[in-house]
């Protein structure tokens, strides 16, 4: 069995369709994590959705931002937005399965077989993987009851910008969601930026790329993220010193789309056939 972990794919599906062509992609012998983000702004976000869905056990999915996204706005907890392309699905007539299905993904996959940990975006540095862990099964936990419009409703926004294990209700979960499917920079202490959005080295001082923060708990295990379609601009050495795997190329934007085959760690990519966009 070989596994791949592959990046946000925003309704690329022709992309995703070449890729597994390149790989020789086989459903019998081998496994696919995808990074999150199937879904917005791309042209065939129910393609992605189908596709992925209908995977089964061949496919692991972490939850992104636009995921939850598109479950907001179809339970009218949220507004759709200007630039969301989600109409296909919310018109779609199979799309309370791929809703059901979409809802029960996690934020946090780890293999310790592999010894790859993935999240959509990132982990704040006073989380252990083991408490990582706990405060992803609490959102999905959530997720997965009749809790999950008020979840969807009250998600949205930049505050708290510092975790408290003494957190509750509404802001405990805004802030761990907004860890796992947002998370790009953090101080020291671990106090998120939020509004900071450019590639590293853009961001004013004291914040960090979450990954380089040194006090980051996590620093011990290989993590794979998606996100930050201009993360990979940064230092390499950085990215191996941190044990971390970027893997969104901005195939939205029309970039390019990677598998990462996990067992050795061999890149495989295939260019966007999108337009280019200087966006994210
Ligand atoms: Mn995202």
């Known amino acids: 069995m070989t596994t791949y ?13 070449e890729l597994l062509h390149r790989i020789r992609f086989n459903a019998r012998r081998d496994r696919l994590w995808f990074v999150g983000d199937l879904v917005n702004r791309g042209p ?22 636009h995921d939850l996204h598109l479950l907001a706005v179809a339970c009218g907890m949220a507004r759709p937005k200007r630039k969301d392309t989600l109409d296909d699905i919310l018109r779609a007539p199979d799309r309370h399965r791929l809703l059901e299905w ?49 979840l969807l409703g009250s ?13 509750r209700g509404d802001e405990r979960l805004r802030f761990i969601i907004n860890c796992f499917t947002r998370l790009r920079y953090c101080a020291e202490d671990g106090r998120a930026a939020w509004e900071e959005k450019g590639p590293p080295g853009t961001q004013p001082a004291p914040f960090k790329p979450w990954y380089a923060v040194q006090s980051r708990k996590t620093r011990r295990t290989r993590i794979l993220f998606g ?18 795997f970027p893997l969104d190329r901005g195939c939205v934007w029309g970039g390019a789309l990677i598998a990462l085959r996990l067992e ?7 260019a966007s056939h999108q337009p280019r966009v200087f966006e994210d």
């Open 5 to 17: 972990a592959i990046g946000d794919l925003q309704g690329c599906v022709e992309e995703l369709t």
């Open 44 to 65: 065939d976000s129910l393609g992605v959705l189908r596709f992925v869905a209908g995977l089964g056990d061949a496919a692991i999915t972490v939850l992104g931002n």
């Open 102 to 150: 979409l809802r029960r993904r996690p934020l946090l996959h780890r293999d310790r077989r592999l010894g790859f940990a993935m999240v959509h975006a990132g982990l704040p540095p006073q989380w252990t993987l083991t408490e990582a862990a706990a405060r992803a099964a609490e959102v999905e936990s959530t997720l997965a009851s009749r809790q999950m419009p008020a």
């Open 155 to 167: 998600m949205y926004g930049n505050q708290p910008e510092l975790w408290d294990k003494r957190l």
């Open 227 to 244: 996100h930050w379609s201009t993360v990979h601009l940064g230092s390499r050495q950085d990215f191996r010193a941190a044990n971390v």
């Open 264 to 270: 050795d760690r061999k890149l495989f990519r295939v």
